[in-house]
């Protein structure tokens, strides 16, 4: 695996994100994390919405500030992304976490969501945030190896109105 790194969205990655974006909408599965459903039609005005994210600005109602991170290989190709939630809602202690992360489909099963939430740690920590809460679906065995493997310790799980199982761990950063 080549040297991986964290980077705040940037103008500069327009190409490799949209070939990151349109290989997920292809692919027909969920967008993980939320943040890269936002449409990249007007990429300056989607990269600047994330920072102000981050800051707190224009949030709708019920969202809390969530710093959007960028998984890019040394050759700069984005390779998954993070969204970092500055704090937590009900909802979000629930079923949302503090962490969602995500790896293009072509880059799966190769270690690099283990990295992405290694490293999406370690801004959690320079966020203030000591404890982190992550979370998957029940289904989603990959996941859960993700975050064992960055030392999660299991909580009680949460079931959702339509009997989906949300698996809840805690991770010290």
């Known amino acids: ?15 490799s994100y949209l070939c990151f974006y349109k290989e997920w909408k292809d692919s027909g599965e969920a967008m993980i994390p939320w943040v890269i459903e936002k449409d990249p039609t007007n990429f300056q005005a989607m990269v600047q919405g994330l920072h102000n994210d981050a800051k707190g600005i224009d949030l709708p109602v019920g969202f809390v500030p969530g710093s959007t991170y960028w998984l890019v290989s040394q050759e700069n190709k984005v390779i998954g992304a993070v969204n970092i939630r500055h704090a937590l809602t009900e909802p979000l202690r629930n079923a949302g976490g503090h962490i969602g992360y ?54 009680h799980d949460f079931i959702e109105d339509d009997g989906n199982v949300v698996k809840r761990y805690w991770i010290e950063t």
């Open 1 to 15: 695996m080549s040297p991986l790194k964290l980077i705040e969205p940037t103008i500069e990655l327009e190409e």
């Open 102 to 155: 995500g790896i293009r489909p072509s880059e799966r099963r190769k270690g690099y969501a283990t990295e992405l939430l290694r490293l999406s740690l370690e801004k959690s920590k320079e966020l203030g945030i000591s404890s982190a809460l992550v979370v998957c679906d029940e289904v989603n065995i990959g996941s859960m190896k993700t975050i064992l493997n960055n030392g999660g310790v299991e909580d």
